[in-house]
């Protein structure tokens, strides 16, 4: 059952696909941890383990509402993932920009020619 | 004249073995598919400011290859080939696409270009056929591959804008 260090960030928080699930199960809102228990279908200590280790990385927040212990995600400690994604758009955001100064040049090629 | 405004692709993950690259264009679809498979133009922009574009090839029919590469700044090379599948001009174009850096990881891509009022929406539907493989092309030509990170669903990381 040893398992390499998985809360050092956001990444290794999320690289454990239970904990995916339990993110995508928190994306509409709160939810209670017997929620997530039925939505996973695996037992209580495994969800409160996951739970545990996302909230050591800052993803998910919990308060007590009475007995109940709610989670919700945390939107801006999974920033650097998202900034991952971002990385990859920005690759395309830069070749379209230098698609852009292509086009411009045959449209106003096509325009010459038109115009002739 | 128009002048064309900062704009940036979107880039999301419709499912764990899909990417979706869309952007929108003013110009007709003709010019932008011209762009798109003219190995002088396609030089001119694949390099997405990140080096020098070195190989541009394109065999435009049907079962005819492509092989793009370019050296990026940090001195390494990075390629992509694959072959056509379908071919509609102006408005589609299905490929296969491998990255070099995984041989393994065949993706099928799909270009579809939409013209409305002289303004063009591009999009390209990345299908790879495993989460990992699909990671792994996000990865590419980034310093260090991440390659299991991923898996937020795109209503996650876009929520986040």
Known sequence: MARAATTTDAFNAVAEPRRRELLDGLVDGERAVNDLVRLLGISQPQVSKHLRVLREVGVVDVR???????????????KPIHDW???????WSERFEQLDVVLEELKKEEGDDSGE | ??????????????????????????????????????????????????????????????????RYAMIADGGFEVAFHGEYREIVPNERIVSTEVYEGMPEGEALDTLTLTEVD???????????????????????????????????LEQVAISLL
């Open chain 1, 64 to 78: 007590e509402d009475g007995r109940r212990r709610l989670y919700r995600l945390n939107g801006p400690a999974l």
């Open chain 1, 85 to 91: 994604v971002k990385a990859y758009e920005r690759t």
């Open chain 2, 1 to 66: 004249m128009t002048v064309a405004s900062k704009r940036t692709a979107t880039v999301t993950l419709p499912t764990d073995e899909q990417i979706l690259i869309t952007r929108e264009f003013d110009a007709p679809k003709h010019l932008v598919y011209k762009a798109w498979t003219t190995p002088e133009l396609v030089r001119r922009w694949w390099s997405a400011k990140r080096g020098e574009v070195t190989v541009a090839e394109i065999d435009l029919r049907v079962g005819g290859t492509w």
């Open chain 2, 118 to 152: 002289g303004r063009t929406t591009l999009s390209i539907l990345v299908q790879h056929t495993s989460k990992e493989h699909r990671d792994a092309h996000i990865a590419s030509g980034m310093e260090d591959g991440l390659q299991d990170a991923l898996d937020l």
